[in-house]
């Protein structure tokens, strides 16, 4: 069977998991569907491609699945919508830290500029969803003040941070030796945190369900321009199926 059948095969094994959410009580066997299509995904990766160190791999797979357990079995349910936006952000942090990598080794074949330009969107999306999760995450938690905050002249803030990265994206994309590259990126992913936080800081508690939907949405878009960067059809297909998944519901 080729590799682009079984791609296929395991879309579509996620797919069903996901319209499964769309009723109560099938809801827990589509989250098992989808659980187990992730598991497939996984394991066609390391089987495709080389791994130097497949014990580390099975290691920290352990460890993040036992810290994921001991921690959903401490959370009740009025705390799951703070956990599921605290899971968003988790997934921004891995969006960009693989597009961090990418850019930055120097290892193999250079990426192409379609790969560099969807690196440098994981990156900033990844960033961005990283610190608007949190701000959703502790507001549901009540550890931060549900209510809007609304910053001196926030719009302005706002834009002026969009130009701003847009600027640093353009440099980091330009330079032309390891430091510079490493100067913009790191000044691209503090511009992306601030974004979200500024987006974030200014929902209030009742349209935090609007919030975590469109959080999820950017997470599997940051997924998926992590696909482009990587060359993984997997990561793309599914990380465009979650990023397209609130707006079917």
Known sequence: MSALWIDLGIIVILIAGIAQFRVLRAAPAGNLTAAVALLCALVAVLYRHGVLDLALVVVVALLGALIG?????????????????????????AAFLVSFVELTRDAGTPLTRVAEVAALLG????AATFSGSMIASGKLANRLRQTPTILPRHNWLLWANVVMIASLGIWAGAADNAGAVLAALLALLAGAIALGIIFAVRIGGADMPVLISFLNATAGLAAAFCGIAIGNRLLIACGATVAASPQAM
């Open 123 to 126: 990156l900033v999306v990844g």
């Open 69 to 93: 357990g001991w921690v959903a079995a401490r959370v009740n349910m009025i705390q799951i919508p703070a956990m599921v936006a605290f899971q968003h952000g988790a997934g921004g942090v």
